[in-house]
């Protein structure tokens, strides 16, 4: 079992609906990290967090340390929102990834 | 632009040739991460400088591998006797250690095609 697991692995949505992505994880964390990696690879920082929750723009994060728990939203998608999005959960230094997840936003 | 840069950003090369990969991170962060990525998976973690300092290997780093940062700025990555498993995409991230976490910048990455 990997230590850092996100649902779906793949989601296809129509512009607007509104969108979540979880990742569970089962080892003990400093922090949590989504990223979002378009193709040709580059990836971005989203969202650093530690408890609670944070929303930027659109998107908004939320994490329970207790369930181990994080989810990503996205309100009101867009085809830009195309991309995948990556869990990676931190202990110490390194940073442990989950597998991502393919979200593809058709108009 | 002053964000994570890596050269080249894509290599061919024949299996058993040595290759070399170098980063340069944002000029005031501290820390330099390599991460490996095989297609449809996520990033996994190879080694992390801090300064010049290397101060963790993942067992992926095979003695074919060694990664370098000499001056605590840039650094290189360099595999010997490429194998066809070493495929993947090669990613440099910098961050700005000032806490017990801390947010890392990842560059555009480094694509290694082994034939």
């Known amino acids: 079992k990997n230590e850092v697991e996100q649902s779906p692995q793949n989601l296809t949505a129509q512009e607007g609906e509104f969108i979540t992505i979880n990742c569970s994880y089962s080892?003990?964390?400093?922090?949590l990290h989504w990223l979002q990696q378009h193709p040709g690879g580059g990836i971005v920082s989203l969202f650093m967090?530690?408890?609670g929750k944070k929303k930027h723009g659109r998107l908004i994060a939320t994490i329970n340390i207790q369930e181990k728990h994080s989810s990503l939203h996205i309100t009101a998608s867009h085809p830009r929102d195309s991309a995948v999005y990556i869990c990676?959960?931190?202990?110490?230094?390194?940073?442990?990834f989950g597998e991502g997840t393919q979200l593809t936003v058709n108009p | 632009d002053t964000g994570v840069s890596q050269n080249p950003r894509h290599k061919i090369t024949k299996r058993g040739q040595n290759v070399t990969f170098r980063c340069d991170p944002i000029?005031?962060?501290?820390?330099l991460y390599w991460y490996r990525q095989t297609l449809g998976q996520g990033p996994e973690f190879l080694t992390y400088?801090?300064?010049?300092?290397?101060?963790?290997k993942s067992r992926l780093l095979s003695d074919r591998f060694s990664a370098e940062r000499p001056k605590g700025s840039f650094s290189t990555l360099e595999i010997q006797r490429t194998e066809q498993g070493d495929s993947a995409m090669y990613l440099c991230?910098?961050?700005?250690?000032?806490?017990?976490?801390?947010?890392?910048?990842f560059g555009p990455g480094t694509r290694l095609t082994v034939l």
């Open positions: 991230a910098s961050s700005l250690q000032t806490t017990s976490t801390d947010t890392q910048y």
């Open positions: 080892v003990g964390i400093s922090a």
């Open positions: 967090l530690s408890s």
């Open positions: 990676a959960v931190a202990s110490g230094s390194r940073l442990t």
């Open positions: 000029s005031e962060h501290n820390r």
């Open positions: 400088f801090q300064n010049e300092a290397q101060l963790e």
